[in-house]
């Protein structure tokens, strides 16, 4: 009995932490990436001047004519 409740316990504590790194990972990363974006959006004018292997590198996907 005691064993399975400290099972759980564990479990939820897993769940916490992933949660967590994941939401710090998300915090961090997102915001650096979206200013990467806005940078280059302001030195290349539009997002349609960058070249397809620089949206791909970035992984943003959007669907222009090149």
């Known amino acids: 009995m005691q064993r399975t409740k400290s099972k759980s316990f564990d479990d939820i504590n897993f769940a ?3 949660i967590g790194t994941t939401l710090f990972f ?9 200013l990467v974006i806005v940078q280059l959006y302001y030195q290349y004018g539009s997002l ?19």
């Not at 998300?26 to 979206?34: G, K, Q």
């Open 16 to 18: 916490i932490s992933v």
């Open 26 to 34: 998300l915090l961090t990363l997102f915001p650096t990436t979206l």
């Open 48 to 66: 349609s001047n960058i070249s397809p292997n620089t949206l791909a590198f970035l992984g943003i996907v959007e669907v222009t004519d090149f």
